[in-house]
């Protein structure tokens, strides 16, 4: 009866210590401290009240210049286990300013997705970023929404509207429930509500931030809508002479519920997607820890493109976080120039945002400010 009790008393102990890291985790703040361009923030639960007060409630800040021009939607975290995007759209709230047009940028388009980790993935809960003020702290994120929002899954998930079959897990994938229903799941309610966003704002252009594995094919690239090709293309070429390779692809016409095919088929925006590299997510991967989160050095990864097995190319020196942040600074960057110069009455003119190399000689910390020392009413919180 002694052993019972004593080991049940350390089961409990077990659930309460792990509860409570859980709890702590999903409850993390995040702040955003206002930039200079940020006019208004509102609610994803504006464009479609159906959400309202759900954890996919997500802030929108909205940057706008004193000329009217065009819009521009960016999206991090839709997949928020790849932070170089949500990175990404903290660096634009906290420091773009805009001269012309209209800039939306959400930096937890999947909020759900940023309060649990990969299940069996033994993910941390948290990484840190070193600024010059000190550390700030984000939460780590899953590819797929948390399951204490959206349960249970399906045996196979029927992605609408199109009927296509994907995997079941995915129902809770936001980049497979594009462009979402009104009376679907959590997930394809936020598909939704971005949609009415698009189309509502007249936006321009849309452009989903991500990271993918060196084991995945499309890697290192701008994915594009084919009324986004020659945009996509001319920007890789550019970028490729000037500062790192990247390429570009076409988005399959047959593959349903990813932003570059529905956005594209649903809507009057140009849709594209970037990708960079990250070995945090490769399967070969050693410990998986905050470490190589943000350094992306990984042994086994670079043992496995030394057999042939990846898709983009690793060395010692990995692939830092200030790298992958970086890259997608400067294609956003080179995506506005072009349009707007082949676009003058919807053109969007940007300033203050760093670009590839000098996020890499700076750091990405550099370009986060201290809420402490802010206005309280320029600070928001993830």
């Known amino acids: 009866m002694l052993r019972k009790i004593s080991i049940l008393a350390l089961g409990l102990a077990l659930a309460f210590f792990s509860g409570l890291s859980f709890y702590r985790s999903r409850h993390l703040k995040e702040p955003v401290v206002l930039g200079p361009g940020v006019t208004?923030?509102?609610k994803?639960?504006?464009y479609f009240p159906a959400i309202k007060g759900s954890t996919n409630d997500a802030n929108v800040y909205v940057l706008e210049g004193a000329k009217p021009g065009g819009a521009i939607l960016i999206?991090?975290?839709?997949?928020?286990?790849?932070?170089?995007?949500r990175l990404t759209t903290w660096i634009l709230t906290e420091n773009a300013t805009l001269e012309q047009g209209r800039l939306f940028v959400l930096n937890s388009a999947n909020r759900s997705g940023t309060t649990v980790t990969r299940l069996g993935g033994a993910y941390p809960p948290d990484y840190t970023i070193r600024t010059p003020w000190g550390e700030q702290k984000f939460r780590t994120g899953d590819r797929w929404s948390n399951p204490l929002d959206q349960w249970p899954d399906p045996e196979v998930y029927i992605h609408y509207p199109s009927r296509q079959e994907l995997a079941y897990v995915d129902i809770r994938n936001l980049n497979r429930a594009w462009p979402g229903r009104p009376n679907g799941t959590l997930t394809e309610k936020t598909g939704y509500a971005l949609t009415q966003l698009i189309k509502k704002e007249k936006v321009d252009i849309v452009i989903d931030l991500h990271e993918a594995?060196?084991?995945?094919p499309v890697i290192s690239t701008i994915v594009a809508h084919q009324r986004g090709q020659d945009l996509a293309a001319m920007a890789s070429m550019?970028?490729?002479a000037e500062?790192?390779?990247?390429?570009m692809e076409n988005s399959p016409k047959a593959l349903h519920g990813l932003s570059h095919r529905e956005i594209g088929d649903n809507t009057d925006a140009v849709s594209l997607l970037f990708e960079t590299p990250e070995p945090f997510l490769d399967a070969t991967r050693g410990r998986t820890d905050a470490r190589l989160l943000l350094e992306g050095k990984d042994e086994f990864v670079v043992r496995a493109g030394k057999h042939g097995l990846l898709y983009e190319k690793i060395d010692e020196k990995g692939w830092p976080i200030?790298?992958?942040?970086?890259?997608?600074c400067s294609t956003f960057?080179?995506?506005l120039d072009l349009w707007s110069q082949d676009h003058a009455d919807k053109a969007v003119v940007m300033k203050n945002v760093p670009k590839y190399r000098e996020v890499i000689q700076k750091g990405v910390g550099a370009f986060l400010h201290d809420p402490a020392k802010a206005d309280p009413k320029t600070v928001y919180y993830e």
């Open 40 to 42: 208004q923030v509102k």
């Open 44 to 46: 994803l639960s504006e």
């Open 75 to 85: 999206l991090g975290g839709s997949h928020p286990e790849e932070p170089a995007g």
């Open 213 to 216: 594995e060196l084991q995945y």
């Open 238 to 240: 550019v970028i490729s």
């Open 243 to 247: 500062e790192f390779k990247i390429d």
């Open 322 to 328: 200030d790298v992958r942040v970086g890259r997608h």
């Open 333 to 335: 960057i080179q995506v």
